[in-house]
């Protein structure tokens, strides 16, 4: 993924690194946090506590979208807020269809959370014939058959895979072939798409295998040593 321009006071175009793309959902959440609690400003160093990283990180982070604070006041939660949300897109809803209603797609679909943060789940799809015609909520499952109808009356933006990992690749170039541009899988493999689509992995067994890693070193005499886990283990970073 290349770096995104984003915008400064005088709205002229700059780069903003991956990396910082990253760390802007963190920022965020805890912005959102913060604002809940009527706290209308917040230094680089809360920021900086509550995210899991460190302040000079928050401070060039946040210089990207031209935003500096203010010295001895700190950041305005408000503004920093719409600030974040314009670059990451939560200005306006996404529309986000999810393929594969098993036990995880079916949880996905049932989430209330995306809605709050400006992605609404639209559409169901799903191969299984027992499962067309059922419903979730207010949404009734199609058909695979029928994903480029329901991305094209339903202007789908995002692609959620939630297959099992061997449907995985069909499904991401049926998406593609639909028009969807954006997917994110948590199918447990690895799928490829062409130049020019956005794809973000969500590996739940791998996470877990990491936090294996680490809580064995918290352990004594589970396979050796003991150790402090570095935060970016803990996925703040």
């Known amino acids: 993924m290349s770096d995104r321009p984003g915008r400064g006071h005088s709205g002229t175009p700059r780069r903003i690194p991956e990396?910082?793309?990253?760390?802007?959902?963190?920022?965020?959440?805890?912005?959102?946090?913060?604002?809940?609690?009527?706290?209308s400003t917040v230094s680089s160093e809360r920021l900086a506590e509550l995210a899991g990283v460190n302040a000079a990180k928050v401070r060039k982070d946040l210089s990207y979208l031209g935003s500096y604070g203010t010295r001895g006041?700190?950041?305005?939660?408000?503004?920093l807020l719409h600030q974040i949300?314009?670059?990451?897109?939560?200005?306006?809803?996404?529309?986000?269809v999810i393929v594969g209603i098993g036990?995880?797609?079916?949880?996905?679909?049932n989430y209330r959370g995306f809605g709050a943060r400006g992605f609404q789940i639209v559409a169901l799809?799903?191969?299984?014939?027992?499962?067309v015609g059922t419903r979730i909520g207010d949404l009734s499952v199609a058909a695979l058959d029928d994903l480029p109808r329901v991305v094209?009356?339903?202007?789908?933006?995002?692609?959620?895979i939630a297959t099992p990992a061997g449907?995985?690749?069909e499904v991401a170039d049926r998406l593609v072939d639909a028009g969807v541009t954006?997917?994110?899988?948590?199918?447990?493999?690895?799928?490829?798409?062409?130049?020019?689509?956005?794809?973000?992995?969500v590996d739940l067994a791998i996470e877990l295998q990491i936090l294996s890693f680490y809580q064995q070193r918290k352990v004594p005499g589970v396979d050796g040593q003991r150790g402090d886990v570095p935060r970016a283990a803990e996925g703040v970073g």
């Not at 006041?73 to 503004?79: A, C, L, N, S």
């Not at 949300?85 to 986000?96: A, K």
């Not at 094209?152 to 959620?160: E, L, R, S, W």
Request: net charge negative; with cysteine.
């Open 125 to 131: 799809v799903d191969a299984d014939p027992a499962k």
């Open 85 to 96: 949300s314009r670059e990451l897109g939560l200005t306006h809803d996404w529309p986000v």
């Open 167 to 169: 449907a995985a690749q």
């Open 19 to 39: 990396a910082t793309v990253a760390r802007l959902p963190l920022y965020y959440r805890a912005l959102v946090d913060i604002a809940e609690h009527r706290i």
């Open 103 to 109: 036990n995880l797609g079916h949880a996905l679909a």
């Open 152 to 160: 094209a009356d339903c202007g789908i933006a995002i692609g959620i």
């Open 73 to 79: 006041v700190g950041y305005d939660v408000e503004f």
């Open 182 to 201: 954006s997917i994110l899988n948590f199918a447990p493999a690895v799928v490829s798409v062409p130049s020019g689509v956005s794809l973000r992995k």
